[in-house]
Structure formats: C-alpha cells, structure tokens
C-alpha cells in the first residue's frame, strides 16, 4: 500500500523536526501507543495496540530513521509483529517546508501487511491506515502548533468507518505515524 499526504503545522520546521524526534511528543500523537522508547538516536522501539475490523492485536515493533536531513526530511522504516494477528513493515520519506509562518509536512508510505491482518481485506487496511494518519497528524499539529482549525478532512477522519484504535508511522508517521500508516497498509 502507498500513502501520501501533506498538513500544515503551526510551528518553525526545526521546531517540528525536534518534535518529530522526540519521544514524548511521538507517544501521545500516535494512537493506541503503550509505550515509545528511543533506543539510540536512529531508532526507537514501540508497543502498540490496535484493532482493524475483528482483529485486535499488540504490536511490538522498531524503527530506524536513515537520509537524515536536518530540519527538512529524512527516511523512516520500521516493522512489527503482533504474533498470530500478523506482523507489518514499511517506510516513509518525510519532508518539511517553510509555509508562511508554520511547516508543511509532507509524507510517502510504503507498506506491506501479512498475517490476520492481510486476510481482512485490502479495504479495509487502507480505510483504517489512512483515517489513523489523519488523526495522528491532528493530534501532532494540536501537541507542537497549537489547536488545528477543523477542515472537512479532518471531519471525515474522525467518522471512521470502523472503530480503529492503532500505530502507523507510522509512522507516520509522521514518522511514527507513518509507522502506524505501515503497520496496518498494504
């Protein structure tokens, strides 16, 4: 599955890299997250929870950023395993740009999903990573720029289809996000 999106954050691009490298910031933008460690300074170690459809799982996973770009991009690839519900990996090119007086960042997610997870439906892994992006970047942008201003985007994000509580970027998240994007995408 391939994932790309933008959105607008009310704070300087370094202000954004150093939240997008911190830890804390990442643990409560990501949804489901139980715990976020950084291991060294590339890469971090995560468990999350989540449920796509009927399966619900615990994630246990790892992420490397490499390409590092500071403040503008850098690479992150990951993956995860949930036992028996299926395992994920993945990675996301993330930029960021001046934009006026806050940052667009911008995203490309390339995942696969194998496991439980894969039998669901391709549909439905692309609804739940999608909709899990958008509430990670409204989180993240609210935590580092101050409350987001509603867009009709963000108003379809919070009607999912399903309830999905869970990672990407995962990454991707936008790094973590885009590991949750990855973790759950095709």
Same mark, same amino acid.
């Given at each position: 599955?391939?994932?790309?999106?933008?959105?607008?954050?009310?704070?300087?691009?370094?202000?954004?890299?150093?939240?997008?490298?911190?830890?804390?910031?990442?643990?409560?933008?990501?949804?489901?997250?139980?715990?976020?460690?950084?291991?060294?300074?590339?890469?971090?170690?995560?468990?999350?929870?989540?449920?796509?459809?009927?399966?619900?799982?615990?994630?246990?996973?790892?992420?490397?950023?490499?390409?590092?770009?500071?403040?503008?991009?850098?690479?992150?690839?990951?993956?995860?395993?949930?036992?028996?519900?299926?395992?994920?990996?993945?990675?996301?090119?993330?930029?960021?740009?001046?934009?006026?007086?806050? $940052?667009?960042?911008?995203?490309?997610?390339? +995942?696969?999903? *194998?496991?439980? @997870?894969?039998?669901? /439906?391709?549909? #439905?892994?692309?609804?739940?990573?999608?909709?899990?992006?958008?509430?990670?970047?409204?989180?993240?942008?609210?935590?580092?720029?101050?409350?987001?201003?509603?867009?009709?985007?963000?108003?379809?994000?919070?009607?999912?289809? $399903?309830?999905?509580?869970?990672?990407?970027? +995962?990454?991707? *998240?936008?790094? @973590?996000?885009?590991? /949750?994007?990855? #973790?759950?995408?095709?």
């Amino acid at each position: 599955m391939k994932i790309t999106g933008e959105n607008h954050i009310n704070a300087p691009p370094a202000e954004v890299w150093r939240a997008l490298n911190d830890p804390d910031v990442l643990r409560r933008a990501i949804p489901g997250c139980e715990s976020l460690e950084k291991v060294s300074d590339n890469q971090f170690k995560a468990t999350v929870s989540a449920k796509i459809g009927p399966v619900q799982a615990r994630f246990n996973g790892q992420v490397e950023l490499s390409d590092l770009d500071p403040p503008r991009a850098y690479t992150i690839s990951g993956s995860g395993t949930a036992g028996p519900a299926g395992n994920a990996k993945g990675s996301a090119r993330v930029r960021l740009e001046p934009d006026g007086e806050g $940052t667009k960042l911008s995203y490309d997610v390339d +995942a696969q999903v *194998a496991g439980k @997870l894969a039998q669901i /439906g391709s549909r #439905l892994i692309d609804s739940a990573a999608k909709m899990l992006a958008g509430q990670f970047f409204d989180r993240f942008e609210e935590i580092v720029g101050g409350p987001a201003k509603p867009t009709q985007a963000a108003a379809e994000r919070r009607a999912p289809p $399903t309830p999905v509580p869970v990672w990407a970027w +995962a990454v991707g *998240a936008a790094i @973590l996000v885009v590991l /949750g994007l990855y #973790l759950f995408a095709r």
